[in-house]
């Protein structure tokens, strides 16, 4: 298994995708740091994933994740809702104003 990061532009609007055949999973190198590594191991897990069902492999995928990456979870979560904000907000919080 590999792990490659892409530009914004290869997988907009999403954050990370998996490779089954070539065993890659590519995550977008412009999220803040903690929604990659949720990211990362949320593609990962696909990677070694062998059900078909697409909402269960979703959800899998997720929890699996979200063990190891509880506050990753929940900014990639509200990310997905407002991504363009809420990274404004993470620079902000970051500079400290
Ligand atoms: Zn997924």
């Known amino acids: 298994m ?9 997988l907009y609007p999403a954050f990370g995708e ?5 065993q890659v999973a ?3 190198e412009d999220l803040p740091k903690i929604v990659k590594k949720f990211v990362r191991d949320h593609e990962l897990y696909h990677l ?6 697409v909402l269960w492999r979703e959800i899998k995928a997720n929890i699996y994740s979200a063990i ?3 506050l990753g979870s929940i900014i990639t979560l509200i990310m997905s809702l ?5 990274k404004l907000y993470i620079q902000r919080i970051k500079k400290g104003k």
């Open 2 to 10: 590999k792990i490659k990061y892409v530009s914004r532009k290869k």
């Open 18 to 22: 998996s490779d089954m055949k070539n």
């Open 26 to 28: 590519f995550v977008r």
């Open 48 to 53: 070694k994933d062998k059900s078909q069902n």
């Open 68 to 70: 190891r990456h509880p």
């Open 82 to 86: 407002q991504p363009y904000r809420i």
